[in-house]
């Protein structure tokens, strides 16, 4: 139960930061595997909070393997 609630966090900031880049959730991590980002939820959880500006990167890199 308690991994189950750690990932439904990460999704939710995740999604959260996404939304702020004019992504969904679902569109960013198509994104990010279209373009070949292998990182976990842990992690983009993590850079969402700590390093805005590494999201926005991987948002923007997101943005262009989906178009």
Do not use: C, M
């Amino acid at each position: 139960n308690k991994k189950r609630a750690f990932r439904g966090l990460w999704i939710q900031r995740i999604n959260a930061a996404a939304r702020e880049h004019g992504l969904t959730y679902g569109q960013l991590i198509h994104g990010l595997k279209k373009a070949g980002v292998a990182l976990d939820r842990k992690s983009l959880s993590e850079l969402a909070i700590a390093s805005p500006a590494a999201f926005a990167k991987l948002a923007s890199q997101a943005k262009a393997a989906r178009a």
